[in-house]
Nanobody, 113 residues
Framework: VQLQASGGGLVQAGGSLRLSCAASGSIFGLNAMGWYRQAPGKQRELVATMTFGGSTYYADSVKGRFTISRDNAKNTVYLQMNSLNTEDTAVYYC????????WGQGTLVTVSS
């Protein structure tokens, strides 16, 4: 399985980005998929998850600002990020909710003040 995240970049505080993560070599199947992030000098943390059936979970820090979605036919999971702030600066990754697949390279999101 290869996970390829994309869509990151440099954005001003208050701006928006939409991340995508495609899985190749496997299919999402019934896996719950999640977005994770790792800020400089910090541990990787869970940002959001979505089950096959569409139930979602969001970390308190992103609730109301980020929206996770998935297209099972395309084996792709998305993260719409609005009202970004400097604390959202991190490398973003996707994986299953149990982190059961090898980590991809992630996509860097940098939010400037």
């Amino acid at each position: 399985v290869q996970l390829q995240a994309s869509g990151g970049g440099l954005v001003q505080a208050g701006g928006s980005l939409r991340l995508s993560c495609a899985a190749s070599g496997s299919i999402f199947g019934l896996n719950a998929m999640g977005w994770y992030r790792q800020a400089p000098g910090k541990q990787r943390e869970l940002v959001a998850t979505m089950t096959f059936g569409g139930s979602t979970y969001y970390a308190d820090s992103v609730k109301g600002r980020f929206t996770i979605s998935r297209d099972n036919a395309k084996n792709t999971v998305y993260l719409q990020m609005n009202s970004l702030n400097t604390e959202d600066t991190a490398v973003y990754y996707c994986n299953t909710d149990t982190m059961g697949w090898p980590w991809g390279q992630g996509t860097l999101v940098t939010v400037s003040s």
